[in-house]
């Protein structure tokens, strides 16, 4: 057995003890990335090895949320991939008012960027008000900011560019109001959204979805957690509802690849089939 | 049988054209999988595969999350994505931050593949402007593996090969022409065993 075989079986109770003693579940995440967040903490900590590691995961819970932090990889923004929501508008939005109310899940929402996105989105459609989101993540960190809905004045660039390339259709600058280093998101987007803690790996389904985004969450997870978790989604979904996912995932090597169909394939746009035909 | 199972090239400033050399010199039977992180804007689309399959008479596809890395392919790193290789031979992607300044990262795709070839990968690193794959080198070194750097007077931009060379014990600088052909040579050389 060479180093990397024992540390590979480190790894493998490390993440059994994470799961055991505080009930968040890493062991089906794709390993490389995993390891490498984790190697990367033990040589800031200087600790020697995984083993050292785990005991003081073990003993001292501020530790714990700190490795939490670096496993729970929160980088979003605000319109990521414009032409997604170019294609939100285009595809999907026709379809959602087909409903008198509108139920969307947004799962893995990190600190919120993407969910204020699509209320946007959903006020400049006229659709706001009869639209009910649920933005869930594991990370009651990334949640807390969500919820504040402050964000970084660095970022206003590149978000105003964004939001001009997805089709926006007024001034983005009517979303926010600007402070010193920070901007608020206007309250009015925040009113129809509830914020919660969910784990993809570990809680059940939500019900009733006419819309489900879970974009680039699907990336950490090894196939057999990929799998549990689309359908999840499946199940969550009302008939005809539908999913997106983040631009360089896809259903085609999924479980479910057959229950569902192409609404945009470039967009990784989904509808959800009935379920006699799986 | 090979001894060596897959070639990862970093390449920064000057990338495109100095990936174009040597790729261009590498025949269709080429028996590895090619792994390349070259930085590019963060938003920019994805038409580098198309501009370097001009060039080379190998396939040249973007890497896919959970792909199974194929022998004689050569796989590029999305933009605006980190590449990682998982110990079963297959793609990763993550969106986590820039790692020096830059996502898709050399330093990235390099301590992955160190851990998953260990001492039957080649590491490459061409023309750059910063210090991107400096861990990475180390990393391929710690485990055996073999590198390869662009002599840095024949580099668009000598940084990143210099970084490199100053990083880990580089076992060969070449100049940008003939990495290509030496490429070549060492990996049918490495038929008759890791002794070379
Ligand atoms: C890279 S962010 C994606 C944010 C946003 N959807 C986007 O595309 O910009 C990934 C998020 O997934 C969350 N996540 C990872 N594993 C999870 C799990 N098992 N359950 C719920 N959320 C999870 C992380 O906490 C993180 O906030």
């Known amino acids: 057995m060479d180093d990397i075989d024992n540390q590979n079986l480190e790894l493998q109770l490390m993440l059994e003890a994470i799961h055991l003693k505080y009930g968040y579940d890493f062991r089906n995440y794709a390993k490389a990335s995993v390891k490498r967040r984790i190697q990367h903490r033990m040589t800031k900590e200087k600790m020697a090895n995984f083993s050292e590691m785990q005991h003081k995961l073990l003993y001292d819970v501020s530790f714990f949320e700190r490795l939490l932090l670096d496993l729970s990889i929160n980088v979003t923004e605000m319109f990521r991939d414009p032409t997604f929501y170019m294609a939100l508008r285009k595809f999907v939005i026709p379809e959602l008012r087909k409903h008198p109310f509108i139920k969307i899940w947004h799962a893995g929402c990190s600190t919120g960027e993407e969910v204020y996105s699509m209320a946007i989105l959903l006020k400049e459609e006229g659709l706001y008000d009869q639209t009910q989101i649920y933005a869930t993540d594991m990370n009651e960190v990334a949640l807390k900011k969500a919820k504040d809905g402050i964000f970084d004045i660095g970022k206003l660039k590149q978000y105003t560019k964004n939001y001009q390339k997805s089709g926006g259709q007024s001034a983005f600058s009517d979303y926010y109001s600007a402070h010193y280093e920070h901007v608020v998101v206007d309250k009015s987007l925040k009113k129809n959204i509830l914020f919660s803690d969910h784990n993809l790996a570990t809680d059940g389904v939500f019900g009733e979805m006419n819309l489900i985004l879970c974009r680039n969450v699907l990336i950490y997870f090894n196939r057999d957690l990929q799998n549990r978790v689309v359908g999840l989604f499946y199940d969550s979904l009302c008939p005809d509802g539908i999913l997106c996912l983040g631009s360089k995932e896809s259903l085609s090597f999924s479980k479910y690849t057959n229950a569902f169909d192409d609404v945009v394939k470039e967009e990784k746009i989904y509808r959800r089939l009935d379920s006699e035909l799986i | ?196």
Do not use: C
């Open chain 2, 1 to 196: 049988m090979n001894w060596f199972q897959a070639v990862v090239i970093g390449a920064s400033a000057g990338g495109i054209k100095a990936l174009s050399t040597v790729l261009s010199a590498l025949p269709k039977e080429f028996p590895l999988p090619i792994i390349i992180v070259q930085h590019l804007y963060p938003h920019s689309s994805s038409r580098l595969a198309q501009i370097l399959q001009k060039q080379s008479h190998l396939k040249i596809k973007e890497a896919d999350e959970k792909e199974v890395i194929k022998n004689s392919v050569i796989y590029i790193a999305p933009p605006n994505y980190h590449l990682l290789i998982e110990e079963d031979r297959t793609f990763s992607l993550s969106v986590e931050g820039p790692v020096n300044y830059s996502r898709p990262s050399v330093d990235v795709l390099f301590e992955t593949a160190a851990l998953a070839y260990k001492s039957r990968l080649i590491g490459m690193i061409l023309t750059g402007a910063n210090n991107d794959g400096n861990f990475g080198v180390k990393q391929i070194k710690r485990r055996g593996g073999y590198l390869i750097i662009q002599d840095p007077e024949t580099a668009e931009a000598d940084s990143m090969p210099k970084a490199a060379i100053a990083a880990a014990k580089v076992n060969k600088i070449l100049p940008i022409k003939q990495i290509g052909p030496y490429l070549l040579q060492l990996v049918n050389r490495s038929k008759k065993g890791p002794n070379i």
